[in-house]
């Protein structure tokens, strides 16, 4: 076979050929790479969830009047609360948002809280839901296992505001974290999550919605200086997070 040898303006030719070759190769994925980029912080990713506070619109302070707001109660006025749409996971795993009325002075903190726990993929949450959609009963809304802040009511049994009558408290997924003294259970569907050894037992069973000390829920909100009702020594309160520390 006869080797045929290239002229030197041939070689030349073929290696400047090689270069724009690789040139377009290393342009092409840096295209590609700008683009994953992008689609990592666009909506196109499927996940275009955010947290966001508006002020309470018309429509939304009309519902309220006569469930969550109150007249002659001492409830906050409609220019220190605010509408807050946070990020979470359903009990599916699904990406979603829900509503909650809060204090204005703490409305960016929950914001951060929320979309901490979003963050992390580790804490599921059934549904979220203005009390208003429940007549602002809040027996109704534990019983739809909803996780709400805002409702301007005394602590059940006394006369004293809640801690959720300043928007400064927030209550999850209720059924799987009821409020416990003694015997008493509140919500009544709560009673098979009413003591730790329960609690994680049905957490290792794959129940979803389960507050534990250490566990996403509470690491957020505590490390953002929000107190848990977990905590408390003569009761416990495992769905309430609060401001106050009440």
């Known amino acids: 076979m006869r080797l045929l040898r290239l002229l030197p303006q041939h070689r030349d030719a073929m290696h400047n050929h090689q270069q724009n ?3 377009n190769k290393d342009v092409a994925l840096g295209v590609i790479g700008l683009l994953i980029g992008m689609l990592g912080n666009s909506p196109l990713r499927g996940e275009p969830f955010v947290a966001k506070q508006e002020p309470l619109s018309d429509q939304v302070w009309q519902d309220m009047r006569g469930k969550s707001w109150k007249p002659n109660l001492g409830c906050p006025s ?6 807050l749409t946070v990020p979470f996971r359903d009990f599916a795993g699904r990406p979603t948002t829900g509503e909650l009325v809060v204090a204005k ?3 960016a903190v929950l914001a951060r809280i929320f979309t901490e726990i979003y963050d992390s993929a580790a804490f599921r949450i059934e549904r979220m839901e203005r009390v208003d959609k429940y007549g602002g009963r809040d027996t109704a809304s534990m019983a739809a296992n909803n996780t709400s802040a805002f409702n301007c009511r005394p602590v059940e049994g006394t006369t004293t505001l809640s801690a959720h009558a300043s928007g400064l408290a927030v ?19 709560g009673r098979p999550f009413d003591r730790v050894p329960k609690r994680q037992a049905a957490q290792n069973r794959g129940q979803p919605g389960i507050i534990l000390g250490g566990g996403a829920a509470v690491a957020a909100f505590k490390r953002n200086g929000w107190t848990w009702g977990g905590d408390w020594r003569s009761e416990k309160d495992y769905q309430h997070f609060s401001y106050t520390g009440h």
Do not use: C, H, M, Y
């Open 105 to 107: 002075s703490v409305a």
């Open 78 to 83: 409609r220019d220190r609360l605010v509408l």
């Open 171 to 189: 209550d999850i997924n209720p059924v799987q974290n009821p409020w416990v003294k003694g015997n008493e259970v509140d919500p009544e569907a």
């Open 21 to 23: 070759q690789s040139r």
